[in-house]
C-alpha cells in the first residue's frame, strides 16, 4: 500500500531516488540485479528512481536498498555530494 508523499517531503524523495540511481549506475548494477539482491521488484526500484516521480517507500525497502548497494543509509540521505569513500568502493 502506498502512500502518497506530501509536499513537504516531495523533493527529498526525489533527491533520495536519484543518489540511489547514481550509486547503482557507479556500482555497474542493473535495476534488475540491484532490485533482486534489495529483495524488491524491479518496477518499485524504478518508481523509486524516477526523476519526476515522487514514490513513497518503507524504510524497511529504504535499508535494503543501502545494504544491497553497500552503503550506510545515512550516507544515502545526505548525498548531494558522495563522499570519497563511497565513490571508490567496487561492488564485490
Known amino acids: 500500500m502506498s502512500k502518497d508523499v506530501s509536499f513537504r517531503n516531495h523533493d527529498r524523495f526525489i533527491q533520495l531516488g536519484i ?26 526500484l524504478s518508481a523509486i528512481e524516477a526523476p519526476s516521480i515522487a514514490k513513497a517507500f518503507s524504510l524497511e525497502v529504504f535499508f535494503d536498498i543501502a545494504d544491497a548497494l553497500e552503503v550506510d543509509p ?10 570519497d569513500r563511497i565513490l571508490n568502493k567496487k561492488k564485490s
Open 19 to 44: 543518489a540511489i540511481s547514481t550509486l547503482r549506475k557507479m556500482r555497474g548494477l542493473s535495476q534488475e540485479k540491484l532490485a533482486e539482491q534489495a529483495g524488491i521488484s524491479r518496477s518499485l
Open 74 to 83: 545515512a550516507d544515502l540521505i545526505s548525498a548531494s555530494v558522495f563522499p
